[in-house]
């Protein structure tokens, strides 16, 4: 896998021992990885991985706070196998403690001092198997949406909101990464609308739809909020492609009445 690969991924390091995580993020960063967050106490891992989405979690098992075993568990269980990897690693690599964090819902488990190129490989492999995952998921909810599209009289809607959402991206020079996200949502937004009830609204659905299908959590909250402005987006780098979202789908819907 590329470094540009690697650039996508995002990675959590919840590590008490200063001088681990450098290790951890210095070599992380050499190897081309793009986002890498670092907390030394076991809360502030379970309150970050609650507010944004990880591809890979690295905890060790003993920290502040809440331990690994609990980090563990409480990311789990916001988070599907096939959307975030969790590898726990821990000095004490005794067979309780291995079995009970596979228990908690790890994916890995390294001794420490941890063996930096089995790591890499190991994010490497997921990360391949992630991507061809999303894009399998993709495939199928956007022939989902097509079948809605059609049923409503509608064909065409999704293409046409991603053709506004690129040229508006264009303009405002978003690009990578977090354009081919905005295009994501634009193609699934409305996937739901079929079954769409004051009580049920489809971004509701949609966005439920998307986290079952083990997509990233910034596109369920996307389509989750492409109606609803007021709402906040739990992370506020969001901010200007849910805006060109809404405008797009806006011109989209008045160029078709």
């Known amino acids: 896998m590329s470094c540009s690969s690697l650039q996508d991924i995002r990675i959590l390091i919840a590590e008490d021992d200063p001088n681990s995580a450098k290790l951890l993020t210095d070599f992380l960063r050499v190897k081309g990885v793009g986002c890498i967050r670092h907390v030394s106490d076991g809360i502030e891992a379970i309150d970050l991985a609650e507010k944004e989405h990880f591809d890979v979690a690295i905890v060790d098992l003993r920290l502040p706070g809440e331990n690994g075993f609990m980090v563990t568990e409480c990311i789990r269980k916001t988070a599907a196998p096939s959307a975030t990897a969790i590898v726990v690693v821990s000095a004490f690599a005794d067979k309780q403690n291995q079995l009970r964090a596979f228990e908690s819902g790890a994916s890995a488990f390294f001794s420490k001092p941890v063996d930096l190129k089995e790591l890499l490989l190991m994010i490497r492999n997921f990360a391949v198997q992630k991507q061809t995952s999303a894009s399998q998921a993709l495939h199928t909810l956007e022939q989902l949406n097509r079948m809605g599209e059609a049923k409503l009289g509608r064909v065409g ?15 405002a020079g978003i690009g990578g990464a977090e354009l081919e996200l905005l295009l994501q949502a634009a193609a699934l937004h409305d996937v739901c609308l079929v079954y769409d009830t004051p009580e049920t609204p489809h971004g509701a659905l949609a966005a439920d739809l ?25 992370d506020e780098r969001l901010r200007p492609l849910l805006r060109i979202l809404q405008q797009a789908e806006q011109i989209t819907e008045r160029n078709e009445a």
């Open 157 to 171: 809607h999704a293409r046409r909101t991603q053709q506004l959402c690129q040229e508006l991206a264009g303009v």
């Open 210 to 234: 998307v986290a079952r299908f083990g997509l990233s959590a910034e596109l369920a909250q996307l389509v989750r909020l492409h109606h609803n402005g007021a709402v906040q987006p739990f």
